[in-house]
């Protein structure tokens, strides 16, 4: 349990899960989300995102791809294999276009660059959960498509 936990509880709307390797980032990120309404959690690396998955499965994952256990594209095909896939948003600071097509070919709904607007990343999350889990995918070019 965290500060986040007991200052900012779940409101019990759509979980999300942050996957972010930076303890700040990911508490910032979480806090945010949570302040926004969403029941959100966090894990740090990839194999504890798969284990809270499987535990609770998230509407939305939102991931930065650069993580200390694994490649952030497998972990998004892997979360993208579920039965009932969640939508995924990749948030980082590479601006690589290699790392966009990498993402959108593992399934991710949305690419932002860090530092990712709040109100933005929030209405986002809010859209793609109100589709439904996984419908909406990001095309070869970055756009997103339902």
């Known amino acids: 349990m965290t500060a986040t936990d007991i200052a900012l509880p779940t409101l019990g709307a759509a979980k999300v899960l942050v996957v972010e390797a930076g303890e700040d980032a990911s508490t910032a990120l979480t806090a945010v ?3 926004k309404g969403f029941d959100a959690r966090w894990a740090r690396t ?3 995102a798969l284990n809270c998955a499987a ?3 998230p509407r939305a994952v ?7 256990d694994a490649d952030g594209c497998e972990l998004i095909h892997r979360l993208r ?3 009932d896939p969640p939508a995924v948003v990749v948030v980082t600071g590479h601006t690589a276009p290699e790392l966009r097509r990498a993402v959108s070919a593992a399934g991710a709904a949305a690419f932002l660059l860090k530092p ?3 109100t933005e990343l929030a ?5 793609l ?3 439904g889990r996984g419908a909406a995918r990001m095309s070869p070019s970055g756009t997103r498509v339902a």
């Open 55 to 57: 535990a609770d499965p």
């Open 116 to 118: 990712a607007d709040p």
């Open 33 to 35: 989300l949570r302040l």
């Open 46 to 48: 990839a194999a504890d």
């Open 123 to 127: 209405r986002l999350l809010g859209r």
């Open 81 to 83: 294999g579920c039965a």
């Open 62 to 68: 939102v991931i930065d791809p650069a993580l200390p």
């Open 129 to 131: 959960a109100d589709r």
